[in-house]
């Protein structure tokens, strides 16, 4: 993974974009592009390279766990971490995303050291 | 004479007639009391019915049917400012960064100047002797405080940090409010699809009613799909001056 890994942010809300977009700058992260929903994600994740995706459970179009499967199913994707961040605090939802390949799982609202703490964690547990 | 089978039984018994005699009164009164039965929940059916009739020219269910979409358009009004006022203060955060970043950045390159300053002044410069000569008590302690002071901005600059952090974190109210909102949206959408369904079902074409919207409505929530608002103070204004105002 490069030292300075390129996130992808998948929210419906503009507003928890740009915190976790800011929240990522302050740990050290600047290197980030934003999208509204699980379609654009996809396309961008097959259309350009990423290292990691912070996403949302609960979006119009395509929801994060078919986000989250669609590119765990994808031989190119398969291998980028996905944190997922969201307000959906049910057990099956949580083990759902373990079982679909999340790396990590934040319920809403979180702390900036929560999110450092998952991020970091995960780019560690990529690079061993 | 009660309903139940034990009353009857009871009551023919007492008067003496034959098995067959109290089959058959059994099973008339059996057969009148089906077809009473009958007519009740016929009677039921037609009250019920007339009911959803009458349900159909009550205002207050179809003001219910048409409030909905307010309400939900309401919730929208409500969902937009508030994630309006959001972005305003992480704008508001996002400014506040850059000019504390910009005071940090100053203060640093002053801080070296101002020590080669607090050296000069203490007597420790290439020039000693000098040094007294050319620093009042008064002037050297302004330096050494002015040095201190900026020696300290950086960790004034973190606290400030943090805090601006908290305030950007206390803005996800906006996501979470919003999902809930957009559930409550669904859920009034539904509620109003069946209720119109009820109210079709219920009213005949010619008696479903008419209703006054011409009324005070508060802040408009969905001007795009009207013709007969302002959408700004521009829109005012525009307007009177076409009254010659």
């Known amino acids: ?128 | 004479m009660g309903h139940s089978d034990g009353f009857i039984i009871q009551d023919v018994s007492v008067a003496g007639s034959t098995d067959v005699n109290i089959l058959q009164r059994v099973q008339a009164t059996a057969g009148a009391e089906q077809e009473d039965l009958y007519q009740r929940i016929g009677h039921l059916t037609r009250t019920l019915h007339d009911a959803m009739r009458e349900l159909g020219y009550q205002e207050s269910l179809a003001d219910a049917r048409d409030n909905l979409p307010d309400a939900r358009d309401r919730l929208a009004y409500i969902a937009r400012l508030t994630g309006d006022a959001a972005e305003k203060v992480l704008n508001s955060v996002d400014h506040a960064r850059s000019v504390q970043s910009d005071i940090t950045a100053r203060a640093q390159a002053l801080r070296g100047r101002w020590a080669a300053v607090a050296t000069y002044t203490s007597g420790s410069a290439a020039a000693p002797g000098a040094a007294a000569e050319r620093a009042t008590p008064a002037g050297a302690a302004l330096v050494d405080e002015t040095c201190a002071f900026l020696a300290s901005l950086d960790s004034q600059a973190e606290l400030t940090n943090t805090i601006l952090t908290d305030i950007m974190m206390a803005q996800d109210f906006h996501d979470l409010t919003g999902q809930v909102i957009r559930k409550v949206v669904a859920l009034a959408t539904d509620l109003e699809e069946q209720l119109v369904k009820l109210l079709i079902d219920a009213t005949p074409q010619e008696h479903r009613p008419r209703f006054d919207a011409a009324k005070l409505e508060g802040p408009v929530v969905n001007p795009e799909n009207r013709s007969d608002v302002v959408t700004d103070q521009a829109g005012v204004d525009d307007l009177l001056a076409s009254l010659g105002f």
């Open chain 1, 1 to 128: 993974m490069s030292s300075d890994p390129r996130f992808l942010i998948v929210d419906d809300f503009s507003t928890m974009r740009r915190i976790v977009r800011n929240l990522l700058k302050e740990i050290g992260f600047s290197n980030a592009e934003e999208a509204e929903d699980g379609v654009v994600a996809l396309n961008l994740l097959r259309s350009s390279k990423f290292d990691f995706v912070v996403s949302d459970i609960n979006m119009p179009n395509m929801d994060g766990f078919a986000l989250l499967k669609s590119a765990k199913a994808d031989e190119n994707l398969k291998s980028i971490p996905f944190l997922m961040v969201t307000a959906e605090a049910k057990k099956e939802d949580i083990v759902n995303a373990a079982q679909s390949g999340a790396s990590g799982y934040i319920v809403k609202p979180f702390t900036k050291a929560t999110l450092e703490e998952k991020v970091q964690n995960i780019l560690a547990k990529q690079a061993a």
